[in-house]
């Protein structure tokens, strides 16, 4: 079993930063990809951002330039630094692993949530 535990979060104004955090713990033998999702009131889940093992990223157009998603492989954890936060931005927003166990099995695991609300 893989877990995900998110850190950051909270309120900020418009203009502003924030970093979330998301540590991944249990039987991993490897991670394929780890990715950040939000999912605004009345609105599907979408994807943010997203770094695969090689390390190549892939963003939504509406955070490009502004979100930067990072990985540190030794202690699996994931970041994502946003700047210039925007109204829009407001969502709760989810971390997101995909790997195998080490009995070998795939794994698509979510964090609890975290709520990033940009207001002045």
């Known amino acids: 079993q893989v877990r995900l535990v998110e850190s950051g979060g909270g309120l900020v104004q418009p203009g502003g930063s924030q970093r979330l955090s998301c540590a991944a713990s249990?039987?991993?033998?490897?991670?394929?990809?780890m990715g950040w999702y939000r999912q605004a009131p009345g609105k599907q889940r979408d994807m943010v951002a997203m770094?695969?093992?090689?390390?190549?990223?892939n963003y939504a157009d509406s955070v490009k330039g502004r979100f930067t998603i990072s990985k540190d492989n030794a202690k699996n954890t994931v970041a994502l630094q946003m700047n210039s936060l925007k109204p829009e931005d407001t969502a709760v927003y989810y971390c997101?692993?995909?790997?195998?166990?080490?009995?070998?099995?795939?794994?698509?695991?979510w964090g609890q949530g975290t709520q990033v609300t940009v207001s002045s």
């Open positions: 997101n692993v995909q790997g195998s166990t080490l009995s070998r099995r795939p794994f698509n695991s």
């Open positions: 249990g039987s991993i033998f490897s991670i394929n990809a």
């Open positions: 770094i695969i093992s090689g390390g190549s990223t």
